[in-house]
């Protein structure tokens, strides 16, 4: 099994609405140190970058969602990035 014992220094966005993906992925990503906030849908991912645009370091999100998908959120999240001269990485997965 690899383990990393460098620390991450980032801040992630973790967009969910299923409660078995959150503990997994909050034990993964907390081994390592990063910093990690949750959200509900595409619309608050937006309005947190919209808000903050150099917070995040990196977005994990579902290709489907209840509001926005995850492509439709990344396009926008892309365009905001541009706006602001910023850059985030983007994960987007379906289960």
Do not use: W
């Amino acid at each position: 099994m690899f383990r990393n014992t460098e620390k991450i220094k980032n801040n992630i966005l973790l967009q969910s609405y299923r409660a078995s993906e959150d503990d997994l992925y909050l034990k993964k990503l907390s081994n390592f140190g990063a910093n990690i906030s949750k959200c509900f849908d595409g619309k608050e991912i937006i309005s947190l970058i919209e808000k903050n645009p150099a917070k995040y370091h990196l977005i994990i999100t579902d290709i489907n969602m209840t509001d926005i998908g995850g492509i439709e959120a990344a396009k926008k999240v892309r365009e905001i990035q541009l706006e602001y001269n910023t850059k985030v990485h983007l994960c987007i997965y379906d289960i």
